[in-house]
């Protein structure tokens, strides 16, 4: 079964730094979609980046980029130049292009320090 | 123009009470699902939807039952309410696997409160 774990329950960066959240995942599929999501204390989960397993350049969405290691089952996310906007819990996702399931992470909450 | 909408947002009830939360997705997936959000953040998957047939049903108390009257709907409805089911719960949608991109879509949630 498909697993995906973040190693980091709690992170914290200081206001226009950078940081990096971990997140592994465990599959023996070849297709298969990799998420970030943000969810802030409104607790709306908001999607912030996708990756295609398939596709070599890793994805980036403004302040927001990942660092995709097909081999190493590896998928972490850098968010720089940090905004208080930031602090929320992210959530890393995992989801085949064949099967119906799911899979998330137990999240690591992202503190932002003015 | 709300791609996921949940009604209502806060549920607050009485332990054996039943009751139901209502989920509609104007994107035009086939597949839905309802989450369950424990209070340590902890998203746990109850049940999917793809084209109004269940497709996943996880190991949850048969109280809860879900129901598509169409691929656009997914409600929730829940019997004898107890404690523990106090939780928010989310709905959300997505594509159908191999027709596209497979995020999923999150509505607001539903954040109900057993008393």
């Known amino acids: 079964a498909q697993t995906v774990t973040q190693s980091q329950p709690e992170m914290s960066v200081q206001e226009a730094e950078t940081v990096t959240l971990s997140c592994t995942y465990d599959t023996s599929e070849s297709d298969y979609y990799l998420f970030w999501y943000k969810q802030p204390p409104s607790r709306q989960m908001i999607l912030v980046i996708r990756?295609?397993?398939?596709?070599?350049q890793n994805a980036t969405e403004n302040r927001f980029s990942v660092n995709f290691q097909k081999a190493a089952k590896s998928f972490s996310l850098k968010i720089s130049d940090s905004q208080l906007g930031d602090a929320a819990m992210y959530f890393c996702a995992y989801s085949s292009n064949t099967g119906n399931q799911f899979y998330f992470g137990t999240g690591t909450s992202l503190t932002v320090i003015p | 123009d709300t791609a996921v909408s949940q009604t209502p947002k806060y549920l607050v009830t009485q332990m054996g009470n039943d009751k139901s939360i209502k989920c509609e997705q104007n994107l035009g997936h086939d597949t839905m699902y309802w989450y369950k959000q424990d209070s340590k953040k902890f998203l746990k998957i109850m049940f999917s939807?793809?084209?109004?047939?269940?497709?996943i049903n996880e190991t949850v108390p048969n109280r809860f039952s879900p129901k598509s009257p169409d691929k656009a709907h997914l409600n929730l409805h829940i019997n004898s309410l107890e404690l523990g089911d106090s939780a928010v719960y989310f709905c959300?949608?997505?594509?159908?696997?191999?027709?596209?991109?497979?995020?999923?879509?999150f509505g607001p949630g539903t954040r109900l409160t057993v008393t």
């Open positions: 939807y793809n084209n109004k047939e269940l497709i």
């Open positions: 990756q295609e397993a398939y596709k070599q």
């Open positions: 959300a949608s997505s594509q159908a696997p191999g027709q596209g991109l497979r995020e999923q879509y």
